[in-house]
């Protein structure tokens, strides 16, 4: 019997540009989900008011055989016009933005003000034990920032998912 490997894992950012009418999110989750396919992140808005176009962006990993399928699938459904892969046909710019709650004391409060300097987080809150820091920029610099935020107090996360589009003159 001959085994076939599958390949190794690799991450993926797919831009999906859709109508945007009701269900059509609804679709693309259920391709997904009816396929065992894992979102490791999921953005969606409106981009053109005119020609009522979203853009979705999803981040999801598998083996490049099952890129490919999901490439595919993507491509097939109604209504979808357009289905890059940024990863294969980049260079792209991505970001997220993320809120991040921290308590302090006062021996974690110097500690914790310099890391934001150092990852230029902006403060948009704070109250008498608390900051709440907006940090814009790739994941892996998000992921950083909270690691070393973790046995300084970190309290709550909220992540908007990732947000990418080609460089340059490419569609």
Known sequence: MITIKEGAQETHTFSVLVDNEAGVLARVIGLFSGRGYNIESLTVAEIDKDSHTSRITIVTSGSPKTIAQI??????LVPVHKV????IEGPSVEREMALIKVLYSSE?????LRLCEIYRAKIVDTTESSFVFELTGAMDKINSFIDLLRPLGLKDISRTGLAAILRGSKE
């Open 108 to 112: 974690t409060k110097d500690e914790i």
């Open 84 to 87: 890059t892969d940024l990863t």
């Open 71 to 76: 490439k595919s699938q993507l491509e097939r």
